[in-house]
């Protein structure tokens, strides 16, 4: 059985915006669950293969957070840097929108309320401490709660706080990574449930 259209999209969702300065955070993922993966997916790994493989995608993480992180920080934050982390908010974006039907309404709501020029004016200006930016970040958390599965809800809401609470004395150059990073990793999460239930309902059952 074919894998989830979601997760089909994905795979091409990871390649389109990591031309500029790095690899985008949608490869990394890609990576982190199809990289050391045999037979199309389908064996499991064995723990010590997933502790390499953690330890390899955390550290790509890291230099990635890093890298953002140098790129907007105060008076060296450059133009480069900036159209970066908007093509990362634009990828959350994308990414969401490849769970959903693209004929429906649901996909042109979410679409549209990505307000990915007052990013760039917050990104800009350093005004991530402002009320919108609350607005914004509880936007992106809300879709993620309304597309996963209720069993991660709890995770997601820990994540949405960790980056509130940031926000609340960190610079943008410490914020935004974190934000991007944060709401990727709960849609990581979405991606692999839907892989794991497409591995399943590929699974030859027993005849009862």
């Known amino acids: 059985m074919p894998p989830p259209k979601a997760v089909v999209a994905s795979a091409s969702c990871c390649t389109t915006f990591g031309k500029s300065l790095s690899t985008t955070f949608a490869s990394l993922c890609t990576f982190c669950y199809t990289g050391m993966a045999s037979d199309e997916g389908t064996r499991h790994l064995t723990n010590q293969e997933e502790k390499i493989r953690g330890q390899i995608t955390g550290a790509y993480k890291q230099t ?3 890298r953002l992180t140098e790129q907007l920080q105060g008076e060296t934050q450059t133009a480069d840097g900036v159209d970066w982390v908007v093509r990362l908010y634009v990828e959350l974006r994308d990414r969401l929108c490849a769970l959903l039907n693209k004929e429906g309404t649901i ?7 990505f307000d990915v020029d007052l990013f760039r004016q917050m ?10 930016s609350v607005a914004l970040i509880n936007h992106v958390f809300g879709w993620i709660h309304r597309l996963q599965s209720p069993a991660r809800d709890e995770e997601t809401e820990a994540a949405r706080q960790r980056v509130l609470e940031g926000r609340s004395t960190g610079t943008v150059a410490d914020i935004v990574p974190e934000f991007v990073m944060e709401a990727n990793e709960c849609i990581d999460a979405i991606y692999k449930d839907l892989q794991s239930l497409s591995q399943s309902n590929a699974t030859p059952q027993n005849n009862k």
Do not use: T
Not at 107 to 113: E, K, Q
């Open 64 to 66: 990635f957070v890093d």
């Open 123 to 132: 990104v800009e200006h350093e005004v991530f401490h402002a009320d919108e």
């Open 107 to 113: 996909h042109s709501d979410l679409h549209g309320s």
